[in-house]
C-alpha cells in the first residue's frame, strides 16, 4: 500500500534533517576552532520503482555529508612566533607522540607552542613534523615520511656547531708602502705585512681557532693576502701538509676606482673565481671540520675587500659556528624554515616544514583534534616544501580560522527545523489515514 511508503518516506526525512542538524551543531560549535574545516549535508533522493503508470511508491530522501576540507579559511594575524597558517592548499605533518610509534595524521590547526620536552605541539596534542637542515644548510626531501623528525629546537642548546663561512668586509690602505712579498723574511719576522688582522673559528666540538689575513702591497693596485694559523694549530689544508703555518697566499687585485677585482674563469659567459677557494683544514685535536667558504667580495663590488686612501681597517667579518648557548625563542620563516635563537642573539636555521597535499582532500578521514588520516577517496599524501608541487605557502605569525559560515549555517539551521517538522507531519498524517481505513471495519 502506497501509504506505508509515504510512512517510510516521512522516517527518512526525519532520519535525514537529524543528519543535517547535526552537520550544522557541528559547525556552528567549531565556528572558533582553529583550522575547523566544516561539513555540509547533501540530499539525495531514494526511489522504490521506476514505473509511474499505476501506483507510485514513496522512496524518501537520505543525507550525505559533505566535509569542505578544501575551502580555505580566513588568516588571522597572531602574536606567537611560532603559530603558522597556510594559505592554499596542503596540510601540515604531525603525530600523536614525539616516539616513532605516534600515528601519522595531517592538520592546518597551526597554534603551536613549545611543550615541556622542546617539542612544538599544538593545542590538540599534535607534534609538528619537519625536514632537519643540516650544518651546510641543507634539508633533503626525499618524499618519504621516514625522513621527518618532531621539531625539537631546544635539543640544540650546548651544542656546537662548525664554522662554515667567513665573510670579511675591510679596506686596506692605497698609500700603503710597496713592500713587496717573501715568504721566508715573513716567516723569520723581518718582513712585516701592512695589515693584518686575527679572526675566530670553531671545529665540529666548539673548539676555537685562530687564523690571521695578512696583506702585503706587492704593487700599485696589487696585493698578497697570507692566511696564517697558530703554529702546530692546523696540520693539514685540502689533505695538504701546512708548513710554518702558512694555511695559504692568495693574489688580491683592484680596479682603479678602488674596488675590488676578481680574476675570471673560461666559461661563457666568465665567472668571476673567489680569492680563497674552499678550505677543509684539519686541526692538530683531531676535531671534525667542514668546508670553509671565504667571501672577501664580488666582483667590482664595495661590500667586501676595498683599496681607498685612508687606513687600512677591518670594517666588519662575520663568522658562523661555536658553541651554542641556550634557546631563547623560536622563529618561523614565512618559507616554513624553523630557526633558533639563542640566548646571545644568534640564530640557527634547524628545521624545514613540509606540506602535505592530496589528490582529493575533501577525501580525507577526520579524526578528533581538528585532523586527518589519509584514505582510500584521498589519494596517496605527496610531501614537498612550502610553494612547490602545488602546496600553498606557509604565512608565519599566522592562524587560520575556521571556514564556517555562521549566518549560512543559522539559516540552514531554520530550513532542516522545518523540513523535520513537516516529515514528522507526514507520518501523523499517514497515521490518521490509516486510522481510517481501519475505522472501514466498523
Given at each position: 500500500?502506497?501509504?506505508?511508503?509515504?510512512?517510510?518516506?516521512?522516517?527518512?526525512?526525519?532520519?535525514?534533517?537529524?543528519?543535517?542538524?547535526?552537520?550544522?551543531?557541528?559547525?556552528?560549535?567549531?565556528?572558533?576552532?582553529?583550522?575547523?574545516?566544516?561539513?555540509?549535508?547533501?540530499?539525495?533522493?531514494?526511489?522504490?520503482?521506476?514505473?509511474?503508470?499505476?501506483?507510485?511508491?514513496?522512496?524518501?530522501?537520505?543525507?550525505?555529508?559533505?566535509?569542505?576540507?578544501?575551502?580555505?579559511?580566513?588568516?588571522?594575524?597572531?602574536?606567537?612566533?611560532?603559530?603558522?597558517?597556510?594559505?592554499?592548499?596542503?596540510?601540515?605533518?604531525?603525530?600523536?607522540?614525539?616516539?616513532?610509534?605516534?600515528?601519522?595524521?595531517?592538520?592546518?590547526?597551526?597554534?603551536?607552542?613549545?611543550?615541556?620536552?622542546?617539542?612544538?605541539?599544538?593545542?590538540?596534542?599534535?607534534?609538528?613534523?619537519?625536514?632537519?637542515?643540516?650544518?651546510?644548510?641543507?634539508?633533503?626531501?626525499?618524499?618519504?615520511?621516514?625522513?621527518?623528525?618532531?621539531?625539537?629546537?631546544?635539543?640544540?642548546?650546548?651544542?656546537?656547531?662548525?664554522?662554515?663561512?667567513?665573510?670579511?668586509?675591510?679596506?686596506?690602505?692605497?698609500?700603503?708602502?710597496?713592500?713587496?712579498?717573501?715568504?721566508?723574511?715573513?716567516?723569520?719576522?723581518?718582513l712585516k705585512p701592512q695589515f693584518s688582522r686575527p679572526v675566530e673559528i670553531h671545529d665540529a666540538q666548539g673548539s676555537s681557532h685562530t687564523l690571521t689575513f695578512n696583506f702585503f702591497k706587492t704593487d700599485a693596485n696589487q696585493w698578497k693576502a697570507v692566511v696564517t694559523s697558530e703554529a702546530g694549530d692546523v696540520t693539514q689544508v685540502n689533505?695538504?701538509?701546512?708548513?710554518?703555518?702558512?694555511?695559504?697566499?692568495?693574489?688580491?687585485?683592484?680596479?682603479?676606482?678602488?674596488?675590488?677585482?676578481?680574476?675570471?674563469?673560461?666559461?661563457?659567459?666568465?665567472?668571476?673565481?673567489?680569492?680563497?677557494?674552499?678550505?677543509?683544514?684539519?686541526?692538530?685535536?683531531?676535531?671534525?671540520?667542514?668546508?670553509?667558504?671565504?667571501?672577501?667580495?664580488?666582483?667590482?663590488?664595495?661590500?667586501?675587500?676595498?683599496?681607498?686612501?685612508?687606513?687600512?681597517?677591518?670594517?666588519?667579518?662575520?663568522?658562523?659556528?661555536?658553541?651554542?648557548?641556550?634557546?631563547?625563542?623560536?622563529?618561523?620563516?614565512?618559507?616554513?624554515?624553523?630557526?633558533?635563537?639563542?640566548?646571545?642573539?644568534?640564530?640557527?636555521?634547524?628545521?624545514?616544514?613540509?606540506?602535505?597535499?592530496?589528490?582529493?582532500?575533501?577525501?580525507?578521514?577526520?579524526?578528533?583534534?581538528?585532523?586527518?588520516?589519509?584514505?582510500?577517496?584521498?589519494?596517496?599524501?605527496?610531501i614537498n616544501a612550502a610553494g612547490l608541487a602545488g602546496s600553498g605557502k606557509i604565512s608565519a605569525s599566522m592562524l587560520e580560522a575556521s571556514n564556517v559560515d555562521l549566518a549560512a549555517e543559522f539559516s540552514n539551521m531554520i530550513l532542516f527545523q522545518r523540513a523535520y517538522s513537516a516529515s514528522s507531519k507526514i507520518i501523523t498524517t499517514v497515521?490518521?489515514?490509516?486510522?481510517?481505513?481501519?475505522?472501514?471495519?466498523?
Amino acid at each position: 500500500m502506497s501509504l506505508y511508503s509515504a510512512l517510510y518516506a516521512g522516517v527518512s526525512g526525519l532520519s535525514a534533517q537529524s543528519s543535517a542538524m547535526a552537520t550544522v551543531a557541528d559547525n556552528i560549535t567549531n565556528v572558533n576552532t582553529i583550522g575547523y574545516k566544516g561539513a555540509s549535508a547533501q540530499f539525495q533522493s531514494l526511489v522504490t520503482g521506476g514505473s509511474l503508470t499505476s501506483s507510485y511508491s514513496a522512496g524518501g530522501v537520505a543525507a550525505t555529508p559533505k566535509a569542505l576540507i578544501s575551502k580555505q579559511g580566513l588568516l588571522q594575524a597572531s602574536s606567537s612566533l611560532t603559530d603558522i597558517g597556510i594559505d592554499g592548499s596542503g596540510f601540515f605533518v604531525v603525530r600523536s607522540s614525539a616516539d616513532a610509534n605516534g600515528a601519522i595524521a595531517y592538520t592546518r590547526a597551526g597554534s603551536f607552542t613549545t611543550d615541556p620536552s622542546g617539542y612544538l605541539r599544538n593545542t590538540a596534542g599534535y607534534y609538528l613534523m619537519g625536514w632537519p637542515i643540516d650544518s651546510k644548510g641543507v634539508a633533503v626531501n626525499d618524499g618519504s615520511l621516514s625522513s621527518l623528525q618532531p621539531i625539537r629546537p631546544n635539543a640544540l642548546t650546548g651544542a656546537a656547531t662548525p664554522t662554515t663561512s667567513i665573510q670579511i668586509r675591510a679596506n686596506l690602505d692605497s698609500t700603503a708602502e710597496v713592500t713587496g712579498y717573501d715568504r721566508a723574511k715573513f716567516i723569520d719576522g723581518t718582513l712585516k705585512p701592512q695589515f693584518s688582522r686575527p679572526v675566530e673559528i670553531h671545529d665540529a666540538q666548539g673548539s676555537s681557532h685562530t687564523l690571521t689575513f695578512n696583506f702585503f702591497k706587492t704593487d700599485a693596485n696589487q696585493w698578497k693576502a697570507v692566511v696564517t694559523s697558530e703554529a702546530g694549530d692546523v696540520t693539514q689544508v685540502n689533505d695538504v701538509d701546512v708548513v710554518d703555518g702558512i694555511i695559504g697566499e692568495y693574489d688580491v687585485s683592484f680596479n682603479a676606482d678602488g674596488s675590488l677585482k676578481l680574476p675570471l674563469d673560461t666559461g661563457t659567459p666568465p665567472m668571476p673565481i673567489p680569492i680563497i677557494p674552499k678550505l677543509t683544514l684539519e686541526y692538530a685535536n683531531k676535531a671534525g671540520s667542514v668546508p670553509i667558504t671565504f667571501d672577501l667580495g664580488s666582483n667590482n663590488g664595495l661590500t667586501g675587500l676595498t683599496q681607498f686612501g685612508s687606513t687600512s681597517a677591518l670594517l666588519s667579518s662575520t663568522i658562523d659556528g661555536g658553541m651554542l648557548g641556550t634557546v631563547a625563542s623560536v622563529k618561523i620563516s614565512d618559507t616554513g624554515i624553523v630557526s633558533a635563537i639563542f640566548d646571545d642573539g644568534t640564530s640557527r636555521a634547524i628545521y624545514q616544514i613540509p606540506l602535505a597535499t592530496f589528490q582529493n582532500p575533501d577525501g580525507l578521514t577526520r579524526i578528533s583534534g581538528n585532523a586527518y588520516l589519509v584514505s582510500q577517496e584521498s589519494g596517496n599524501v605527496a610531501i614537498n616544501a612550502a610553494g612547490l608541487a602545488g602546496s600553498g605557502k606557509i604565512s608565519a605569525s599566522m592562524l587560520e580560522a575556521s571556514n564556517v559560515d555562521l549566518a549560512a549555517e543559522f539559516s540552514n539551521m531554520i530550513l532542516f527545523q522545518r523540513a523535520y517538522s513537516a516529515s514528522s507531519k507526514i507520518i501523523t498524517t499517514v497515521d490518521d489515514m490509516l486510522q481510517e481505513v481501519s475505522n472501514l471495519k466498523r
